[in-house]
């Protein structure tokens, strides 16, 4: 498949390590695209659920997919969210093209952009609230699993898919009043400084809207999520788009690797053997290499 090229594409909430994430789907993205700039806009990584018992390779495949495209010259700028929030002691780190940082204002062909992921609104994400907020992430994790199994028996029944998550949260009132919340105040805050644009994440909610108040106008974007949505943001000729994945639009191409890997021990039962077979002097100099590699 021939790569899309696209200015700036902005993800959010992968939330790797868990079972809702949609990691094949989004390595099938990311092998369609060359952007200038990845936005990497929070809890790409699920810190708080994170086990090393569930990682699978399509996980990993998305690292290694948005290693890649570092390596081709796509500029990475991984924004910390709540989940990966492990990372922000070392924020604003920079190597190569790949820079970590807690929040992003960039001028986009003239027009200046705020981009952070967004917990920054939300109280359950601290204090004691907190943990209630990672209770329930791992509730959320279990109905995303019934979910798939109701999608496989009406798949096979013919009938259309549903999300639960989408129904729970429309059914609440008072989570339809929080996002509506979330989007104005980041809206407001965003008019203060005199932005032109204002992109989230957090709150799994594609949306592109135009916020006006007495104090000026704004258009606030939210990138969505790649656990219910599937969705991105992708900016090219002078626009910003909300990208639906479709897929009927993809051949899988995530590749399924050996998972029986070697004997960690193997090499090191090697390169003991070797010394033995050396001199005093040669072994000495031998370990001095293995301890101290050239860079």
Known sequence: MERRSVEVVVISDVHLGTFGC???ELVNYLKS???????LNGDI???WQFSKRYFPTSHMQVIKEIMNLASKGTRVIYITGN????LRRYSDIQFGNFQLTDKVVME????????FHGDV???TTKGGAKIIAKLGGHGYDL???INRFINWWLKLLGREKMSLSKKVKNAVKEAVAFINNFEQTAAELAIEKHYDYVICGHIHQPQKKVVETKDGKVTYLNSGDWIENLTALEYCHNEWTIYQYNAESFISTVQEYEKKLPRVDVVTNEVFMQLNTLSMPQAA???TIIKNPLP
Do not use: R, V
Not at 33 to 39: A, D, G, K, N, V
Not at 108 to 115: A, E, F, H, R, V
């Open 83 to 86: 989940h990966d929030e492990m």
């Open 121 to 123: 609104f939300d109280a």
């Open 143 to 145: 109905l995303i699993l």
């Open 45 to 47: 990584i699920d810190g």
């Open 22 to 24: 949609h990691a094949k």
């Open 108 to 115: 986009i062909n003239g027009k200046m952009t705020w981009i």
């Open 33 to 39: 695209i060359s952007p200038q700039i990845l936005i």
């Open 285 to 287: 100099a031998f370990s």
